[in-house]
């Protein structure tokens, strides 16, 4: 199992605690489609792009997004997708919202404000993405490590509607501000949950938490461990890779 290094920190800097999230106690409609907030056009984008190895215009391609752990940047797609896949997706990663002191990363702040943000760039990634790219609308997957796990899970619980798939490698279920509010649209979302035995950012028992947090809500979802600590591996980015081609192809069989 190689551990894959990123420009960020080497262990999670995932808090404990998440009561300043963002607070999503009010029900959106029913016909929402995307996050409500926008961007302002005229800045700077917050994202990378990366293109599948011998694109193919005429075919609709998965779309991946990644979000980076703290100390993290977008940067880090391209070290990234060659070892989840040059082939199969269009991926984008998102930038975090909040600056790390003494660091060239990002972080994704627990703070209404940022949470809102997060959701804003998002957005703008799969925006970004479909302008560019042939993107398959219905096999969009929100994918994150540590912090950016969590904050995935907050994303794709939020507006299930979106998304194809969640993934969290080492990244707990938020605990506070509703995050399962709109939990009978959301029971049919697939998740994947990613962790280490050895990790101090997400130990068992917190793992174990939110397994039947999950579980007692109705949610049906994979469960991934691996030996060590908090690194990033290849052998988790493979079987990230094929957890999702298993979603794509489960999807194409119940259509045809």
Same mark, same amino acid.
């Given at each position: 199992?190689?551990?894959?290094?990123?420009?960020?920190?080497?262990?999670?800097?995932?808090?404990? #605690?998440?009561?300043? @999230?963002?607070?999503?106690?009010?029900?959106?409609? &029913?016909? &929402?489609? !995307?996050?409500?907030?926008?961007?302002?056009?005229?800045? !700077?984008?917050?994202?990378?792009?990366?293109?599948?190895?011998?694109?193919?215009?005429?075919?609709?391609?998965?779309?991946?997004?990644? @979000?980076?752990?703290?100390?993290?940047?977008?940067?880090?797609?391209? #070290? @990234?997708?060659?070892?989840?896949?040059?082939?199969?997706?269009?991926?984008? !990663?998102?930038?975090?919202?909040?600056?790390?002191?003494?660091?060239?990363?990002?972080?994704?702040?627990?703070? *209404?404000?940022?949470?809102?943000?997060?959701?804003?760039?998002?957005?703008?990634?799969?925006?970004?993405?479909?302008?560019?790219?042939?993107?398959?609308?219905?096999?969009?997957?929100?994918?994150?490590?540590?912090?950016?796990?969590?904050?995935?899970?907050?994303?794709?619980?939020?507006?299930?509607?979106?998304?194809?798939?969640?993934?969290?490698?080492?990244?707990?279920?938020?605990?506070? %501000?509703?995050?399962?509010?709109?939990?009978?649209?959301?029971?049919? @979302?697939?998740?994947?949950?990613?962790?280490?035995?050895?990790?101090?950012?997400? *130990? #068992?028992?917190?793992?174990?938490? %939110?397994?039947?947090?999950?579980?007692?809500?109705?949610?049906?979802?994979?469960?991934?461990?691996?030996?060590?600590?908090?690194?990033? &591996?290849?052998?988790?980015?493979? %079987?990230? %890779?094929?957890?999702?081609?298993?979603?794509?192809?489960?999807?194409?069989? &119940?259509?045809?």
């Amino acid at each position: 199992m190689n551990r894959l290094h990123t420009s960020k920190a080497s262990s999670f800097q995932l808090s404990s #605690q998440f009561d300043s @999230l963002l607070s999503f106690n009010k029900q959106p409609s &029913t016909k &929402t489609k !995307a996050a409500p907030r926008r961007r302002d056009r005229a800045a !700077a984008p917050h994202y990378a792009l990366f293109a599948p190895l011998h694109y193919e215009r005429g075919y609709a391609y998965p779309l991946l997004i990644w @979000l980076h752990d703290d100390g993290g940047s977008e940067r880090e797609l391209r #070290q @990234l997708m060659p070892h989840v896949s040059v082939r199969n997706y269009v991926a984008a !990663a998102a930038r975090g919202v909040g600056g790390e002191s003494g660091r060239h990363g990002y972080s994704w702040e627990h703070c *209404p404000d940022s949470a809102a943000e997060a959701s804003d760039r998002v957005t703008e990634c799969i925006e970004a993405a479909k302008r560019r790219f042939n993107v398959h609308a219905d096999r969009i997957f929100l994918a994150g490590q540590g912090s950016g796990g969590t904050m995935a899970l907050r994303l794709a619980l939020r507006y299930p509607q979106l998304f194809a798939g969640v993934i969290s490698i080492g990244g707990a279920m938020p605990r506070r %501000d509703a995050p399962l509010n709109r939990v009978k649209e959301a029971r049919g @979302l697939p998740i994947l949950l990613a962790s280490c035995r050895d990790s101090e950012a997400y *130990p #068992q028992a917190e793992v174990v938490s %939110d397994l039947r947090l999950l579980h007692s809500a109705g949610f049906s979802l994979a469960l991934r461990q691996y030996p060590g600590d908090d690194e990033l &591996t290849t052998a988790m980015l493979s %079987d990230m %890779d094929r957890w999702m081609m298993e979603r794509i192809s489960a999807t194409a069989a &119940t259509v045809s």
